[in-house]
């Protein structure tokens, strides 16, 4: 039985030609984004979400233009962290506007649309099948999103990836070759492991890796104001990649997460001076590459 990867062109259904309009709409949607990065790993449980909102205010706190797309449909949680759950998406009289974090990060998370006790579901006529469409709906979701929402003028658009190397790899062949990838681990063999088949496969396409964050490297103890091991790790896995930083578990960091609160004095803390010097190195490495681009 032939599937759709056996198809040569269109298949007689036009469809090249609507994903061309798509992609043109979406081009101009993000014609006003300097930078798109998307924050992965491949890993579930590294911290991902959590240091895309913090890097994300972190170069806020630099004057920088911001914003985040909680790409991770069916386990959104940008909504909750930055304290947007429940907020309207305005429509404007051409583009969407989007909720804004107090420190002016727009945000966008299906968290603000679908409470925290259902499921994102879609329509369809067929039952039990869903492995078969389900990926393809959700990619129609996400081009819709960029293409009707206001982004505006920005530095940076961080796009918050769900877990899986798979889904990794399918993000970065939906957003082309514009986006800069940047991979979040821990110092865990397992977790670097399945970190680094996401770099072997974004090493095979034309995506630029910009390197990784090891992040929950050692745990703050604020009551001795010191950082201690929190994994004892071989780091037998190389990822062979530069690393931009490493950051340290805070829990007061994780509790203004479940909050929605803003973080007025994660600068003055061992993480929030590691994600000051990771937004810089990021928006230098960024700023430089778009030089050669050019």
Wanted: proline content about 5%; hydrophobic content about 40%.
């Amino acid at each position: 039985m032939k599937s759709y990867h056996d198809i040569v062109g269109d298949g007689g259904s036009r469809v090249l030609e609507q994903v061309a309009a798509q992609r043109a709409s979406i081009t101009d949607g993000l014609a006003g984004v300097r930078h798109l990065v998307a924050v992965g790993s491949g890993k579930g449980g590294v911290g991902k979400s959590t240091l895309t909102l913090h890097l994300a205010g972190a170069l806020r706190a630099r004057g920088l233009r911001v914003a985040i797309l909680d790409a991770d449909f069916n386990g959104p949680t940008q909504a909750r962290m930055a304290g947007v759950q429940g907020a309207l998406l305005v429509p404007g009289r051409t583009k969407v506007a989007l909720p804004r974090t107090r420190n002016g990060i727009a945000v966008f998370s299906m968290g603000s649309l679908v409470p925290e006790s259902h499921a994102l579901e879609f329509e369809s006529t067929a039952h039990g099948e869903s492995h078969t469409w389900r990926a393809t709906r959700e990619f129609a979701l996400l081009s819709e999103i960029l293409r009707a929402c206001d982004w505006g003028s920005l530095d940076v658009l961080l796009f918050d990836l769900p877990p899986g190397a798979e889904r990794t790899v399918q993000y970065a062949d939906f957003l082309g070759p514009r986006t800069a990838f940047l991979l979040v681990t821990i110092p865990s063999d397992v977790a670097r492991g399945v970190v680094a088949r996401s770099v072997a496969a974004l090493s095979a396409g034309p995506n630029r890796l910009l390197g990784y964050v090891e992040n929950m490297s050692g745990y703050y103890c604020r009551g001795c104001d010191t950082v201690k091991p929190l994994f004892t790790s071989t780091a037998a896995v190389d990822l062979g990649l530069p690393c931009l930083g490493t950051v340290p578990f805070d829990p007061e960091l994780a509790r203004h997460c479940d909050e929605g609160t803003p973080l007025e004095t994660l600068h003055d803390t061992p993480a929030g001076q590691a994600l000051a010097q990771i937004a810089q190195r990021l928006i230098d490495d960024l700023d430089a590459r778009q030089e050669l681009d050019r």
